[in-house]
């Protein structure tokens, strides 16, 4: 079956009316189509108002990363008329159509786990109840974890089924840190929408920065001049670099090995202290703004970087090696947690988890935006799909980013750091993409006949990548689920939103 | 081994001297702001208009750390001049007045009273209880107990259960699906105990503040007896709030 589908590179804003529409109940048959031909599920978002005819109208977004393009489709949904569920043929989307089923009323006739993603039966009164899954038989145990859980980490409630040690099955329930961002976002004057961006996950707030700002620029057909762009990548890999360390270092951690986790613990700190003298904050917030950057580096300034960066890449390579080369962590590492790379396709997971389970899946070269058209860095991957590709993957694009960060630093460029953002246009959409250390950040942004936005969809990449979880832990051991769990490192926030 | 054991020995010490000596942190760093009442025209609201959070009030200017996102946005709205942020990192305060900052100097945290400070002053067990947490103070919150930051030295750290803990931390806007798990684990610490609530979010639903929940942070109900705004709070920050309540640094020390 071939489907009509808006085709335009990601950041580039399209106006609704060129986007084609779509009845629901042959949606999963046109996504089983696209997904033949290459494409893969980004988001499927509300868009605002009601359809002619009643119902909801909601963008779906694929990309063909080997096109460098995405595709737009406007879905209409009837209420109270069951469609054929687009997770019957797409795993990928079993997320995506739930929250629409919870917050919208749709009916996704034989979606196989129909379960509220962020409503709790237990905590709210009508909301619809759903049971965990649960594995019978002698012998059979089940593990409840959270949502408070033992770390300083972020809540979520995890059920295990397992038969002694082994787990048969992970049930992740989400939904605690739900903020209301995005209806919080269309309701806000424009400098409260950039700061909402960088809280959606306060670990990537570069990435949701960045994300947001592109599609703000898209939305009023600007672009930010190339000092900014440069900025913005320097400081979007500097932001993976100290993430991509600091969980290398919980990895180390995770597994009792303390030179790793503390020399790596403290190196994360030095990288996001690089970001603090960029942007004046440890995770580069107030330093992206629409229309470009709000800070720059002279020659002085960015020699000192260079300086400070030379030890840390030292002793970052020094950690590395040890911690790779200890048998007591590769024994850990190897064989944990398996994601087969037909499970990850199926699942659309992104970022290093699908990278680690093979996957070439990169937004900064499939859809790259600003600097990342001149300066490619290459896709870094691994095969096993296990704990400790994951970490492989990781310390390939710690050295990696480090390389472009280098270069682009060393070049000195006079010019505007921003560009003047005028209105957005009226009656159009944009789909940004920016690859962010947990992979690609998706914000969906429309306007409505007079330019005002009404519609906001963000998608950080632990809302695909959760699914990676649970099927990562099935037939490892209870007392490996941490490790697991360290090993995607995931947002609860960005999923919850 | 030999190799662990060389960089282990090439590394060195790496805990920072604080609060011993001074901290230092960039230009850029965005710590507490210095206000000039003298300078504010009649009428302008140029700050107040541009915050993102509605932390400024003007007539007489005055300017909310708890709902202070940090961000420069304030600084460049004046056209005279009235608001700067200076790299001071020492922010946390004991009531939700005293984060109110009119330009008349800080109020910095005071320790706890003197029966408190023998329960707590040498040991202190806290629980953190992420309420919409975007990762960001829970990430400060982590990076104290790394060994430049060192929180053990000082007798403090964060304990798994609620029954070991003599308080929790505090962080996010309190989202209506964590307020019930926050209540629970808070009743699950034995008393006398503690809140510290950690964050923008934490102390004024930050960013989040108000909306369809009607976010505002730590309830109503629950006696916060520290305040660290920030957002996140730098781990220096989080470091002076703990321990000034603890009276282990006073007045201007630890800067």
Sequence with gaps: MTTDVRWAPAGVAVPLAEIPAAGAAGLAGACAGLQAAGARLVAMAPLAGVPEGGGLEALVVVANDAANRVGMVRAVFRPGVPYPAVTAVLPEAQAFERELWEDHGTTPAEHPWLKPLRRHAELEPGAPGHPFFRVEGAGIHEVAVGPVHAGIIEPGHFRLQCRGEEVLSLEIQLGYQHRGAERALLAAAPARRLAIAESVAGDGAVGHALAHCLAVEALAGVEAPLPAQILRGVALELERIAAHVGDLGALAGDVGYQPGAAWLGRLRGEVLNLLLELSGSRYGRGLIVPGGVRFGLDGAARGALLARLGPVERDLRAAADVLFDAPSVLSRFEGTGVVARGDADALGLVGPAARASGLSRDARRDHPHGIYRFAIIPVSSGDEGDVMARAMVRWLEVQRSLVFVREQLAEVRAGPLTAPVPAARPGTAVAALVEGWRGEIAHLAATGPDGALTAYRVVDPSFHNWAGLALALRGNQVSDFPLCNKSFNLSYAGHDR | ?255
Excluded at chain 2, 5 to 27: I, Q
Excluded at chain 2, 112 to 124: I, N, P, T, V
């Design chain 2, 1 to 255: 081994m030999i190799r662990i054991l060389w960089e282990r020995l090439r590394g060195g010490r790496r805990t920072s001297g604080y609060p011993d000596r001074p901290v230092t942190l960039p230009a850029r760093f965005r710590g507490r702001p210095r206000l000039d009442p003298a300078r504010c025209t009649d009428g302008c609201r140029a700050c107040a208009a541009a915050c993102p959070t509605a932390a400024i009030r003007t007539d007489p200017l005055a300017l909310d750390l708890g709902a202070c996102l940090f961000c420069p946005v304030c600084v460049e709205a004046c056209p005279e001049g009235a608001i700067a942020f200076t790299p001071d990192h020492r922010l946390a305060a004991r009531s939700r007045d005293d984060l109110v900052e009119r330009g008349a100097g800080p109020r910095y945290a005071a320790a706890l009273d003197a029966q408190a400070r023998r329960l707590f002053g040498r040991s202190l067990r806290l629980r953190h209880v992420a309420a919409g947490d975007c990762g960001g103070c829970a990430s400060e919150l982590n990076a104290l107990s790394n060994v430049v930051f060192d929180l053990a030295r000082f007798g403090v750290g964060f304990v798994a259960s609620p029954r070991h803990a003599d308080g929790i931390v505090i962080t996010g806007p309190v989202t209506p699906n964590m307020a019930e798990a926050l209540r629970r684990t808070w009743e699950a610490v034995p008393g006398p105990k503690l809140v510290i609530a950690v964050g923008a979010c934490a102390i004024s639903g930050g960013p989040f503040a108000g909306g369809a929940f009607g976010l505002a942070g730590v309830p109503g109900d629950l006696k916060v007896d520290l305040y660290v705004p920030g957002c996140p709070p730098h781990p220096y920050t989080i470091l002076d709030g703990l321990l000034r309540l603890l009276g282990r640094l006073e007045g201007e020390a630890g800067a």
